[in-house]
T-cell receptor
Framework: AQSVTQLGSHVSVSEGALVLLRCNYS??????LFWYVQYPNQGLQLLLK??????LVKGINGFEAEFKKSETSFHLTKPSAHMSDAAEYFC?????????FGKGTRLHILP | NAGVTQTPKFRVLKTGQSMTLLCAQD?????MYWYRQDPGMGLRLIHY???????AKGEVPDGYNVSRLKKQNFLLGLESAAPSQTSVYFC??????????FGDGTRLSIL
Protein backbone atom coordinates (compact mmCIF):
# COMPACT_ATOMS: atom_id res chain seq x y z
CA ALA A 1 0.00 0.00 0.00
CA GLN A 2 1.11 3.53 -0.66
CA SER A 3 1.00 6.37 1.83
CA VAL A 4 2.68 9.67 2.53
CA THR A 5 4.10 11.09 5.74
CA GLN A 6 4.63 14.78 6.23
CA LEU A 7 7.17 15.64 8.89
CA GLY A 8 6.12 18.61 11.00
CA SER A 9 2.55 19.80 11.31
CA HIS A 10 3.78 23.40 11.65
CA VAL A 11 6.84 25.05 10.12
CA SER A 12 7.90 28.65 10.66
CA VAL A 13 10.40 30.51 8.50
CA SER A 14 11.42 34.13 8.23
CA GLU A 15 10.46 36.14 5.18
CA GLY A 16 13.23 35.71 2.60
CA ALA A 17 14.50 32.45 4.10
CA LEU A 18 14.50 28.99 2.53
CA VAL A 19 11.29 27.01 2.76
CA LEU A 20 11.64 23.23 3.19
CA LEU A 21 8.57 21.06 3.72
CA ARG A 22 9.22 17.36 4.08
CA CYS A 23 7.31 14.46 2.57
CA ASN A 24 8.22 10.78 2.55
CA TYR A 25 6.27 8.15 0.69
CA SER A 26 6.00 4.42 0.93
CA UNK A 27 5.50 2.63 -2.33
CA UNK A 28 6.47 -0.62 -3.95
CA UNK A 29 6.24 0.88 -7.43
CA UNK A 30 7.21 4.29 -8.89
CA UNK A 31 4.57 6.64 -7.58
CA UNK A 32 2.65 9.62 -8.86
CA LEU A 33 3.29 12.34 -6.26
CA PHE A 34 1.73 15.75 -5.79
CA TRP A 35 1.99 18.84 -3.66
CA TYR A 36 -1.10 20.93 -3.04
CA VAL A 37 -1.55 24.26 -1.24
CA GLN A 38 -4.61 25.38 0.69
CA TYR A 39 -5.17 29.02 1.56
CA PRO A 40 -7.63 29.87 4.37
CA ASN A 41 -11.25 29.08 3.57
CA GLN A 42 -10.40 27.77 0.11
CA GLY A 43 -10.07 24.44 -1.61
CA LEU A 44 -6.77 22.84 -2.58
CA GLN A 45 -4.69 24.03 -5.53
CA LEU A 46 -2.08 21.93 -7.29
CA LEU A 47 1.47 23.25 -6.81
CA LEU A 48 3.31 20.56 -8.76
CA LYS A 49 3.30 16.91 -9.71
CA UNK A 50 5.85 14.15 -10.22
CA UNK A 51 5.09 11.59 -12.89
CA UNK A 52 8.59 10.07 -13.46
CA UNK A 53 9.55 12.35 -16.36
CA UNK A 54 12.11 14.33 -14.32
CA UNK A 55 13.30 14.08 -10.72
CA LEU A 56 13.32 17.85 -10.16
CA VAL A 57 9.86 19.27 -10.64
CA LYS A 58 9.12 22.97 -10.86
CA GLY A 59 5.73 24.27 -9.82
CA ILE A 60 3.87 27.51 -9.46
CA ASN A 61 4.82 30.43 -7.22
CA GLY A 62 8.53 29.54 -7.26
CA PHE A 63 8.13 26.15 -5.54
CA GLU A 64 9.95 23.02 -6.63
CA ALA A 65 10.30 19.47 -5.37
CA GLU A 66 12.90 16.77 -5.91
CA PHE A 67 12.04 13.09 -6.14
CA LYS A 68 14.69 10.98 -4.41
CA LYS A 69 14.04 7.30 -4.79
CA SER A 70 16.90 6.27 -2.49
CA GLU A 71 15.38 8.33 0.33
CA THR A 72 11.72 7.76 -0.69
CA SER A 73 11.30 11.51 -0.36
CA PHE A 74 9.59 14.30 -2.26
CA HIS A 75 10.42 17.43 -0.29
CA LEU A 76 9.04 20.83 -1.30
CA THR A 77 11.35 23.84 -1.38
CA LYS A 78 11.33 27.53 -2.22
CA PRO A 79 14.53 29.61 -2.08
CA SER A 80 12.97 32.73 -0.55
CA ALA A 81 9.78 32.79 1.47
CA HIS A 82 7.16 35.47 0.94
CA MET A 83 4.38 36.47 3.28
CA SER A 84 1.85 35.25 0.73
CA ASP A 85 3.23 31.70 1.08
CA ALA A 86 1.57 31.32 4.46
CA ALA A 87 -0.85 28.43 3.96
CA GLU A 88 -1.27 24.72 4.54
CA TYR A 89 0.60 22.36 2.25
CA PHE A 90 -0.34 18.77 1.48
CA CYS A 91 1.73 16.01 -0.06
CA UNK A 92 -0.28 13.34 -1.85
CA UNK A 93 0.24 10.06 -3.70
CA UNK A 94 -1.94 8.36 -6.28
CA UNK A 95 -3.05 4.88 -5.35
CA UNK A 96 -4.91 3.20 -8.23
CA UNK A 97 -8.00 5.38 -8.77
CA UNK A 98 -7.56 7.35 -5.56
CA UNK A 99 -5.32 10.10 -4.25
CA UNK A 100 -4.19 9.73 -0.65
CA PHE A 101 -3.17 12.86 1.23
CA GLY A 102 -0.71 13.47 4.03
CA LYS A 103 -1.91 15.23 7.15
CA GLY A 104 -0.59 18.59 6.03
CA THR A 105 2.02 21.12 7.14
CA ARG A 106 1.00 24.63 8.06
CA LEU A 107 3.63 27.14 6.94
CA HIS A 108 4.01 30.33 8.98
CA ILE A 109 6.04 33.24 7.61
CA LEU A 110 7.69 35.49 10.19
CA PRO A 111 8.25 39.15 9.25
CA ASN B 1 -15.18 28.71 -16.07
CA ALA B 2 -16.93 27.50 -12.93
CA GLY B 3 -14.72 24.42 -12.42
CA VAL B 4 -16.00 22.52 -9.38
CA THR B 5 -18.98 24.02 -7.56
CA GLN B 6 -20.21 22.82 -4.18
CA THR B 7 -23.65 23.55 -2.77
CA PRO B 8 -24.31 24.66 -0.06
CA LYS B 9 -21.27 26.46 1.35
CA PHE B 10 -22.47 26.32 4.96
CA ARG B 11 -25.06 24.26 6.81
CA VAL B 12 -26.06 23.57 10.38
CA LEU B 13 -27.99 20.39 11.13
CA LYS B 14 -29.44 18.76 14.20
CA THR B 15 -28.46 15.22 15.10
CA GLY B 16 -30.58 12.74 13.17
CA GLN B 17 -31.44 15.07 10.30
CA SER B 18 -30.59 14.18 6.74
CA MET B 19 -29.14 16.25 3.94
CA THR B 20 -27.45 16.07 0.56
CA LEU B 21 -24.36 17.92 -0.57
CA LEU B 22 -24.13 18.62 -4.29
CA CYS B 23 -20.98 18.75 -6.36
CA ALA B 24 -21.06 19.89 -9.97
CA GLN B 25 -18.17 20.05 -12.45
CA ASP B 26 -18.13 21.49 -15.95
CA UNK B 27 -14.81 20.02 -17.14
CA UNK B 28 -16.18 16.71 -18.43
CA UNK B 29 -14.08 14.83 -15.88
CA UNK B 30 -14.65 11.12 -15.45
CA UNK B 31 -13.44 10.89 -11.86
CA MET B 32 -15.08 12.62 -8.90
CA TYR B 33 -14.28 12.41 -5.19
CA TRP B 34 -15.67 13.44 -1.81
CA TYR B 35 -13.28 14.19 1.06
CA ARG B 36 -13.69 15.41 4.59
CA GLN B 37 -11.10 17.63 6.24
CA ASP B 38 -10.64 17.69 9.99
CA PRO B 39 -7.89 19.49 11.98
CA GLY B 40 -4.67 17.48 12.06
CA MET B 41 -6.15 14.71 9.89
CA GLY B 42 -5.54 16.02 6.40
CA LEU B 43 -8.09 15.06 3.76
CA ARG B 44 -9.71 11.68 4.06
CA LEU B 45 -11.50 10.10 1.13
CA ILE B 46 -15.15 9.25 1.78
CA HIS B 47 -16.36 7.92 -1.57
CA TYR B 48 -15.37 8.32 -5.18
CA UNK B 49 -16.60 7.63 -8.67
CA UNK B 50 -14.72 6.66 -11.83
CA UNK B 51 -17.61 7.33 -14.15
CA UNK B 52 -21.33 7.95 -14.49
CA UNK B 53 -23.31 5.32 -12.62
CA UNK B 54 -20.32 4.05 -10.62
CA UNK B 55 -19.31 4.65 -7.00
CA ALA B 56 -16.73 3.16 -4.64
CA LYS B 57 -15.83 3.41 -0.97
CA GLY B 58 -12.86 5.39 0.25
CA GLU B 59 -11.15 5.45 3.62
CA VAL B 60 -14.09 6.66 5.77
CA PRO B 61 -17.37 5.72 4.04
CA ASP B 62 -19.52 4.85 7.07
CA GLY B 63 -22.54 7.09 7.57
CA TYR B 64 -22.44 8.46 4.01
CA ASN B 65 -23.97 7.49 0.69
CA VAL B 66 -23.26 8.83 -2.79
CA SER B 67 -24.79 8.83 -6.25
CA ARG B 68 -23.45 9.69 -9.70
CA LEU B 69 -26.52 9.68 -11.94
CA LYS B 70 -25.06 12.30 -14.28
CA LYS B 71 -21.43 12.64 -15.26
CA GLN B 72 -21.21 16.24 -14.09
CA ASN B 73 -22.80 15.72 -10.65
CA PHE B 74 -21.72 13.78 -7.58
CA LEU B 75 -24.04 13.83 -4.56
CA LEU B 76 -23.03 13.07 -0.98
CA GLY B 77 -25.82 12.12 1.42
CA LEU B 78 -26.01 11.94 5.18
CA GLU B 79 -29.05 9.86 6.14
CA SER B 80 -28.90 10.48 9.89
CA ALA B 81 -26.39 13.16 10.81
CA ALA B 82 -24.15 12.68 13.84
CA PRO B 83 -21.91 15.22 15.63
CA SER B 84 -18.86 13.23 14.46
CA GLN B 85 -19.74 14.27 10.92
CA THR B 86 -19.09 17.92 11.70
CA SER B 87 -16.37 18.76 9.20
CA VAL B 88 -15.44 20.62 6.05
CA TYR B 89 -16.34 18.59 2.97
CA PHE B 90 -14.49 18.94 -0.31
CA CYS B 91 -15.40 17.66 -3.71
CA UNK B 92 -12.79 17.13 -6.43
CA UNK B 93 -12.75 15.94 -10.02
CA UNK B 94 -10.11 14.82 -12.50
CA UNK B 95 -9.27 12.94 -15.65
CA UNK B 96 -8.08 9.47 -14.53
CA UNK B 97 -4.48 9.83 -13.31
CA UNK B 98 -4.29 13.60 -13.63
CA UNK B 99 -4.31 15.93 -10.61
CA UNK B 100 -7.60 16.90 -9.11
CA UNK B 101 -9.52 20.16 -9.24
CA PHE B 102 -11.15 21.04 -5.93
CA GLY B 103 -14.26 22.94 -4.95
CA ASP B 104 -14.21 25.57 -2.21
CA GLY B 105 -15.74 23.30 0.41
CA THR B 106 -18.89 22.95 2.47
CA ARG B 107 -18.74 23.68 6.19
CA LEU B 108 -21.15 21.37 7.98
CA SER B 109 -21.95 21.55 11.69
CA ILE B 110 -24.03 18.89 13.43
CA LEU B 111 -25.50 19.95 16.76
Amino acid sequence: AQSVTQLGSHVSVSEGALVLLRCNYSSSVPPYLFWYVQYPNQGLQLLLKYTSAATLVKGINGFEAEFKKSETSFHLTKPSAHMSDAAEYFCAVRLDDKIIFGKGTRLHILP
Amino acid sequence: NAGVTQTPKFRVLKTGQSMTLLCAQDMNHEYMYWYRQDPGMGLRLIHYSVGEGTTAKGEVPDGYNVSRLKKQNFLLGLESAAPSQTSVYFCASSYSTQPQHFGDGTRLSIL
